[in-house]
């Protein structure tokens, strides 16, 4: 099993940074692919950033430029970078981390952290 825990959620104004950690424990190895998503009130989650276990990184059109992920696998973590931040990048912000092997697929999911972006 794997454990994901999300910190450095909270309000900004708009033109503001935030940080999002996401620290993994449990059989997490460098070989799974970590990401983020959000999910805003009425909406469907999306993926923000994603970055591979060869540390390739893809960026929703919306947050390219403003957004920055990066991950450490010594420490099992994966952080967003957020600049510039508008108040439509507010939602819930998720850690995710999956891996296939052969025919298995392992997804997992943090709990979800609040970012608000007031105007």
């Known amino acids: 099993q794997v454990q994901l825990v999300e910190s450095g959620g909270g309000l900004v104004q708009a033109g503001g940074s935030l940080r999002l950690s996401c620290a993994a424990s449990?059989?997490?190895?460098?070989?799974?692919?970590m990401g983020w998503y959000r999910q805003a009130p009425g909406k469907q989650r999306e993926l923000v950033a994603r970055?591979?276990?060869?540390?390739?990184?893809n960026y929703a059109d919306s947050v390219k430029g403003r957004f920055t992920i990066s991950r450490d696998n010594a420490k099992k973590s994966v952080s967003l970078q957020m600049n510039s931040l508008k108040p439509e990048d507010t939602a819930v912000y998720y850690c995710n981390a999956r891996h296939a092997y052969r025919s298995d697929f392992y997804n997992y999911w943090g709990q979800g952290t609040q970012v608000t972006v007031s105007s």
């Open positions: 449990g059989s997490i190895s460098s070989n799974y692919d």
């Open positions: 970055i591979t276990s060869g540390e390739r990184t």
